[in-house]
């Protein structure tokens, strides 16, 4: 039962390389997200993607792009990596497109850093 | 946009005894307030949910309650084990067509000792 999958685990950049993170799920959830965790912080939304076919920027979407490849793959790229993009990044996916809330359900992380 | 404040940021307790962390949220259209744990090294977990309609729900230790009125939510753990150690999140979904994204509260460590 995998769930929501991330893959690197962990990543070393230098300043202005590129990357892309990837998340895949295996439950068939419309919604997907990106999110960075900084210390003392919380969780703070990046991009999101309401259904296949769509995103949307969250609360901190600069220095990043997303791509919804399918209902089950939402990635996201670094294009000119810098060190305030050092982080914990995690996705997370959440099953209807309703109105009200649904749970989310959260990958690992990736803990990347960029020197 | 959505503003969660919780507290505290630390919570050291014996084991047996209850822990109590406490969120407030800014936006009244928020309708969806779920609770995570996050241990180290791994993702968020979800633990307990509440919607708006509802004031308390409990799952066997855990129980949350939210004022609607005073805009805050809190998680109440009883019994506490030393396994019930970890980073706990709140957060608070604002309704709005397609978007259910959820701000965080910015965690509160809870330390059991055995």
């Known amino acids: 039962n995998a769930g929501v999958t991330q893959t690197p685990k962990f990543q070393v950049l230098k300043t202005g390389q590129s990357m892309t993170l990837q998340c895949a799920q295996d439950?068939?959830?419309?919604?997907m997200y990106w999110y960075r965790q900084d210390p003392g912080m919380g969780l703070r939304l990046i991009y999101y993607?309401?259904?296949?076919?769509?995103?949307d920027k969250g609360e901190v979407p600069n220095g990043y792009n997303v791509s919804r490849l399918n209902k089950r793959e939402f990635s996201l790229r670094l294009e000119s990596a810098a060190p305030s993009q050092t982080s914990v990044y995690f996705c997370?996916?959440?099953?209807?497109?309703?109105?009200?809330?649904?749970?989310?359900?959260f990958g690992d992380g990736t803990r990347l850093s960029i020197l | 946009g959505e503003n969660v404040e919780q507290h505290p940021s630390t919570l050291s307790v014996q084991e047996g005894d209850s822990a109590v962390i406490k969120c407030t949220y800014s936006?009244?259209?928020?309708?969806?307030f779920p609770w995570y744990k996050q241990e180290l090294g791994k993702g968020p977990q979800l633990i307990i949910d509440?919607?708006?309609?509802?004031g308390e729900k409990k799952d066997q230790r855990i129980a949350v309650t939210l004022n609607k009125t005073a805009k805050h939510f809190s998680l109440h753990i009883t019994e506490t084990q030393p396994e019930d150690s970890a980073v706990y999140f709140c957060?608070?979904?604002?309704?709005?067509?397609?978007?259910?994204?959820?701000?965080f509260g910015s965690g509160t460590r809870l330390q059991v000792q055995p």
């Open positions: 997370a996916s959440s099953p209807t497109r309703e109105e009200q809330g649904q749970p989310q359900h």
């Open positions: 439950m068939n959830h419309n919604s």
């Open positions: 993607s309401a259904s296949e076919g769509t995103t």
């Open positions: 936006d009244s259209a928020s309708n969806y």
């Open positions: 509440i919607r708006s309609n509802v």
């Open positions: 957060a608070a979904s604002i309704s709005g067509t397609g978007r259910r994204a959820l701000t």
